[in-house]
C-alpha cells in the first residue's frame, strides 16, 4: 500500500473514531443525567431582552466560552446531509475525504432574547492536514437556541454560525471540490481563500457541570452557489470537541 493510500485510509478511520466518540460521549452524558435527576433550572430575569453589550469588552464574567474540536473531512453534499436535497444522506452512508481539521473558537455572549435565543460574536482558528495543509480563520456569529424541555436532564443547544472564513492558501483538493467551468479549451477550477463560514452544531452538557459541553459541529465554508468569487463548494469537516464558559 502506497503511502498516499495509508494516509487516506488513516484519516477516514481517524473520521469514524471522532463520530463514535461523539456518539459514546453523549450516551454516557445521558446515563449520568438520569442517576443524578433533574436539576433546578435558572432563574428568568425580567424582559425579553438581555442586552451583554455593555460588558463585552469587560473581563469575562461566564459569558465567554473557549473550544477545542478536531474531526475528518466529509465530502458528501452539506445539502443532502440536512435532508434540503434528494436523496437524503444518513450518517452512515456519508462519503469520507482524506484530510482533517483541528480548530479553537473563542466566543462571547452579546446579547439573548425571550431568555432562548442569544447571539455570540466567534473568532477561529483551524489547521487542515492529510491532503489540505491550509491554515484557516473565520469570524462568525453564533445564532443559538437553548430552551428545551429536557433540559433538567441534559442541557441542550443547538446553533447556526454564520460568518466569514480565510486561508492562508487554496489547498489543491479544495480547489477540485468546485464545480469545474470551460475557459476556451481548459477546464478551470476556481477554489478561493475567501469563502463563507457556516457551521450547523448541538451541545450537550449535565445541568450540574453547565460549563462543560459537548460540541458535535459541522464545519463548512462555500461560496454559497457562487456568490463569492464565483466558487460553489468548499472543504467540510464533522467535528467534535469540547467548550469550556467562564
Known sequence: MSMRSRRGALCRRASRVV?????????????????????????????????NG?????????????????????????????????????????HWGHSAIGAATFSRRLVTFWHA????????????????????????????????????YIKTSIAISEGISLTTQVDTRERLMDNYRIVGNKLVFRGSDLLNFFSPEITFAL?????????VRFHHRSGIFGAINGVHAGAQFFTAGL???F
Open 19 to 51: 463520530g463514535a466518540l461523539a456518539a459514546a460521549l453523549f450516551v454516557a452524558f445521558a446515563g449520568l443525567a438520569c442517576q443524578a435527576g433533574p436539576a433546578n433550572a435558572p432563574a428568568a430575569g425580567t424582559g425579553w431582552i438581555d442586552w
Open 54 to 94: 455593555d460588558n463585552f469588552f469587560r473581563p469575562c464574567n461566564g459569558d465567554c466560552a473557549f473550544s477545542l474540536y478536531g474531526g475528518g473531512e466529509v465530502t458528501t453534499s452539506m445539502l443532502r446531509i440536512f435532508f434540503l436535497k434528494a436523496p437524503p444522506a444518513l450518517p452512515w452512508s456519508w
Open 117 to 152: 435565543l442569544s447571539l455570540e460574536p466567534e473568532f477561529g482558528v483551524g489547521q487542515r492536514f492529510g491532503d489540505m495543509h491550509a491554515t484557516e480563520f473565520w469570524g462568525a456569529v453564533d445564532f443559538r437556541w437553548t430552551e428545551f424541555p429536557w433540559n433538567n
Open 207 to 215: 445541568p450540574q457541570y453547565q460549563d462543560y459541553e459537548l460540541v
Open 243 to 245: 467548550r469550556i464558559h
